[in-house]
């Protein structure tokens, strides 16, 4: 299965500014930070009427924040809901407690091994209160679980609306595109295990962190993982036939992907080779990097 054969959906309706509904007690603000990683930007959420739950302020766009704030008008913020900490999601949390006096809601990403970085990260981060798969957090009519979902990031957790039957999905799973799993933070084997996780739950509406709703939720987290095991086999059958770095894998595979995105499938190939070779899928000297050299595994047989 390639990527084409997921049923994405590109069309969104949507005005900058606005907070449009897109669920029974549920605004949709989009921030103004359209780009080939955000689609038209990032979806910013708020949950309830009166006392409600603002999900991921987003990047550090002041007029983002003012737009946020003329919508929650004569409303009280009880939590900041983040649901990982790349920039696009979790910087304006800052800036909206100033405004609110709302706690923010969140995990630190995991500490990584010799000295590596969080690519595109808020490193000043600091939740008011951490949560771990299962913390329920309430307000009048509304209650989110977190569900810890750990691949596209460390610290991603998604939440699902009880009242609802609908989960904020993050990055975890978008409707318009594939989501990105960059190491050293982004892990592939723990990506499969959490869209295992959505697959075992029943939510029937997905709210993502950028792009439209996902209405057929179990055929579409299974046409992801999907895609994501034809990836390696796919790099199993390359690695059989000699290819035997990761910008070659890159060429081979992304055929007819703009040579500006090659950055991006390399780490995303990366990532499954981090994967494959725990796996025993393929073999490389020490860790794997961007300048390793692989060779089939004996799993790979």
């Known amino acids: 299965m390639s990527s084409a054969d997921i049923p994405f959906r590109k069309e969104m309706a949507y005005e900058y500014g606005t907070a449009q509904g897109v669920a029974s007690g549920v605004r949709r603000i989009v921030a103004e930070n359209p780009s080939a990683f955000t689609h038209v930007g990032t979806n910013t959420y708020i949950v309830g009427e009166g006392e409600v739950a603002v999900i991921d302020p987003g990047p550090m766009i002041e007029q983002h924040v003012e737009n946020i704030k003329d919508a929650l ?19 304006a949390s800052n800036w909206l ?88 933070d982004g892990n592939m084997r723990e990506y499969l295990d959490s869209l295992r996780v959505c697959l075992a739950r029943d939510e029937d509406l997905y709210l993502p962190g950028h792009g439209p709703e996902i209405t057929n939720t179990k055929p ?17 059958k390359f690695l059989d036939e000699g290819a035997d770095t990761i910008p070659e894998l890159v060429r081979r595979i992304y055929t007819h992907l703009p040579e500006k995105m090659h950055g991006a499938a390399a780490r995303s190939v990366q990532a499954h080779m981090e994967h494959m070779v725990g796996t025993n899928r393929a073999i490389c000297d020490g860790p794997v990097t961007a300048s390793s050299v692989f060779v089939p595994g004996p799993a790979s047989a």
């Open 220 to 236: 579409f987290v299974q046409a992801y993982l999907n895609h994501r095991l034809m990836r390696e086999a796919q790099i199993a």
């Open 73 to 91: 008008a004569g409303e009280t913020v009880t939590h900041i809901v983040v649901t990982h900490t790349h920039m696009d999601h979790s910087p």
């Open 97 to 184: 407690k100033q405004l609110v006096d709302a706690p923010i809601v969140g995990t630190y990403p995991s500490p990584l091994n010799g000295g590596q970085t969080v690519e595109a990260h808020q490193e000043d981060f600091a939740p008011d209160e951490e949560i771990a798969n299962g913390d329920i957090i309430a307000g009048p009519g509304w209650t989110l679980e977190a569900v810890h979902t750990p691949g596209h990031m460390s610290n991603h957790h998604c939440f699902a609306l009880k009242e609802n039957n609908l989960l904020f999905s993050g990055d975890h799973v978008m409707g318009w595109n594939t989501t990105i799993v960059s190491p050293p």
